[in-house]
């Protein structure tokens, strides 16, 4: 069974492009977040989302952020018209559906590293 | 903001337990205690959970004291490898909701 697969791991971008991150939950994973890691700090929340769903995106930026996790394919964490302050990492975990047994664990992706030049 | 309270950094000689302290005095009666681990540059890593019972796996062992207000996470015989941010968290494990971390304790292994 992989585990959380994110891509890019690496994305370079100039100011003002877009970029696009990727993340395939676990099979059978029904539930995806979005974290943000700025160099030498900790792990920021920035959206949590369920196949077509937004959750709670209390965390986002107000603009140029946007996440989605669509019925087929995986969840897509979009930020356009970067700027250097983007820079960071960014995590993806899921977890499966709330049932009975779940054990409220989240399994991390390694992460996509964007640069801003 | 996250409802737990670590200790910054943390050293440990290679092959003694490691015991990394937590302080959670709000907790409620439906939260879990979990710990996770991040080792440098990678994703974190789930390492184990509980909620009133000590509880072990081949990674490590979890002390909750009876109050339930803290809890010790216990590396038992810790190797390099355990180099990593450590971090402490509180939720209810059916919850529909987001994990909060916090800054989590730097723990250096040292040779």
């Known amino acids: 069974n992989a585990g959380v697969m994110q891509n890019p791991r690496h994305l370079v971008r100039r100011r003002g492009q877009e970029a696009r991150l990727r993340c395939s939950p676990m099979?059978?994973?029904?539930?995806v977040y979005w974290y943000r890691q700025l160099p030498e700090e900790g792990l920021k929340f920035m959206v949590y989302?369920?196949?077509?769903?937004?959750?709670?995106e209390s965390g986002m930026p107000k603009e140029r952020f946007s996440a989605e996790f669509p019925k087929e394919g995986p969840s897509i964490l979009r930020i356009q018209q970067v700027v250097r302050g983007d820079s960071a990492a960014y995590f993806c975990?899921?977890?499966?559906?709330?049932?009975?047994?779940?054990?409220?664990?989240?399994?991390f992706g390694e992460g996509s590293r964007l640069t801003v030049l | 903001d996250a409802k737990t309270t670590q200790p910054p950094s943390m050293d440990c000689a290679e092959g003694r337990a490691a015991n990394l302290p937590c302080n959670h005095s709000?907790?409620?009666?439906?939260?879990?205690v979990y710990w996770y681990r991040q080792i440098h540059s990678q994703g974190p890593q789930y390492i184990i959970h509980?909620?009133?019972n000590n509880e072990t796996n081949e990674m490590a062992s979890l002390i909750i004291t009876e109050d339930r207000k803290s809890s010790t996470l216990i590396l038992p015989h810790a190797t390099l490898r355990d180099t990593a941010v450590y971090y402490c968290?509180?939720?209810?494990?059916?919850?529909?909701?987001?994990?909060?971390f916090g800054k989590g304790t730097r723990l250096h292994i040292l040779p």
């Open positions: 509980g909620l009133k």
């Open positions: 975990a899921s977890s499966p559906p709330r049932q009975r047994g779940f054990t409220g664990e989240l399994f």
């Open positions: 099979k059978g994973h029904s539930h």
């Open positions: 968290i509180v939720r209810e494990a059916n919850r529909d909701d987001k994990i909060i």
């Open positions: 989302l369920q196949k077509e769903n937004i959750i709670d």
């Open positions: 709000t907790i409620s009666g439906n939260e879990y």
